[in-house]
């Protein structure tokens, strides 16, 4: 159903995505060793990549690094997760277990597979050289995905911490049959930490295939919104489709949690709408919470952005205005540079727009 505010993983209920989900099946079999896959959030990643994962028909490892970032970007958590998606593999391939057991750090018992994340324990790198060679033996591929990737910043070594870089360069340099997924909704952050472009890291030079993902056009949106209350038998008026796209703009979660309010509670007027824009409010605001305890002016900044403060010169009187003091132009570079990074704030020519037009809900507008 289209109105399903989890995760999509079956075709049938994947809208509007069929180029880039040929697009990433593709890669997923011809493309290079490292795939991203890019937008902002609410757009639709995960959904895309839960039915390609399961339309490619391959074994796959599918990890959410969320639970990595709530425990603290720990080895031992990283290998909990690793453990729990082989063990999941193992169970549908059988012949794996004679591979992985060949790995000094690793435990094969029954259907379960457990790494030694200690000092002397497994190392991830030689796993999957031996998963490598077991995908060889049965002429397969294997993707690995990780769900919101930019929180692997975290895992750059130091401190006792693995160096996740280090395992993608030897993944493109040694394994001919697994594949690396990234997801990033913080764009910037994720680009950072691949530091493609970065002397100093050791994926510079590497080349990646870079699929992005972007808002519903205004007509796709209401077929969405049609479509989607065709399922329940509704069919709603013209005029209130076209209110609800004007202010939920393509986003497609947004479009899917008014969908589904609207089926729940059998309504379709001004007030569900109201309902949804006030809860996307709650949610973003949450999700900005940190970064405006570093600085009153990323709220500050978000807010002229938002009531159409769009050039660099406009946004700096603005907030200046509102702060009641002056703003060093570093200080606005900054703030902005962060915005555009986290995919927040993206910049159109000379001008600057909000990804979400429901961040400006949350600044107060």
Not at 153 to 181: H, P, S, T
Not at 187 to 209: C, K, N, Q, T
Not at 299 to 312: E, I, P
């Amino acid at each position: 159903m289209l109105f399903d505010v989890q995760p999509k993983d079956d075709k049938s209920n994947l809208f509007g995505r069929k180029e880039e989900l040929e697009k990433l099946l593709r890669a997923f079999r011809y493309g290079p060793p490292l795939i991203l896959l890019l937008g902002m959030r609410r757009v639709g990643k995960t959904s895309l990549l839960k039915v390609a994962l399961k339309e490619c028909r391959q074994p796959f490892i599918y990890l959410d690094l969320r639970s990595l970032a709530e425990e603290g970007f720990s080895k031992a958590v990283f290998y909990r997760l690793l453990s729990d998606e082989l063990s999941r593999v193992h169970s549908s391939w059988a012949k794996l277990h004679s591979f992985l057991k060949k790995v000094r750090g690793v435990e094969v018992a029954g259907l379960r597979v457990e790494l030694d994340w200690r000092r002397g324990g497994a190392m991830v790198s030689s796993l999957f050289r031996e998963v490598d060679e077991w995908l060889g033996s049965e002429r397969r591929n294997m993707v690995v995905a990780f769900d919101e990737a930019q929180l692997l910043r975290g895992m750059r070594g130091g401190k006792g911490r693995m160096d996740f870089r280090k395992l993608l360069a030897f993944a493109y340099d040694n394994l001919r049959r697994v594949k690396f997924v990234l997801t990033g909704s913080e764009v910037g952050l994720l680009m950072d930490f691949i530091g493609a472009e970065d002397p100093s890291s050791p994926l510079y030079g590497r080349y990646r295939e870079e699929i992005l993902l972007q808002k519903f056009d205004r007509e796709t949106s209401l077929e969405f919104l049609r479509q989607g209350f065709r399922e329940h038998g509704v069919n709603p008026k013209s005029d209130v489709l076209e209110k609800a796209v004007d202010t939920l703009d393509g986003v497609v979660g947004w479009l899917t949690y008014y969908g589904y309010l609207a089926v729940s509670e059998k309504k379709l007027d001004g007030n569900m709408l109201e309902k949804v824009v006030n809860e996307a409010k709650r949610i973003t605001e949450n999700e900005l919470s940190k970064l405006f305890q570093r600085s009153r002016y990323y709220k500050l900044v978000l807010r002229a952005v938002g009531m159409g403060f769009s050039g660099w010169a406009e946004i700096k009187r603005a907030v200046e205005a509102w702060a009641g003091m002056p703003l060093s132009n570093a200080q606005l570079t900054r703030v902005l540079h962060s915005l555009q990074k986290l995919s927040i704030v993206e910049k159109q020519g000379e001008k600057y727009v909000l990804t979400d037009p429901l961040v400006a809900k949350a600044v107060g507008l």
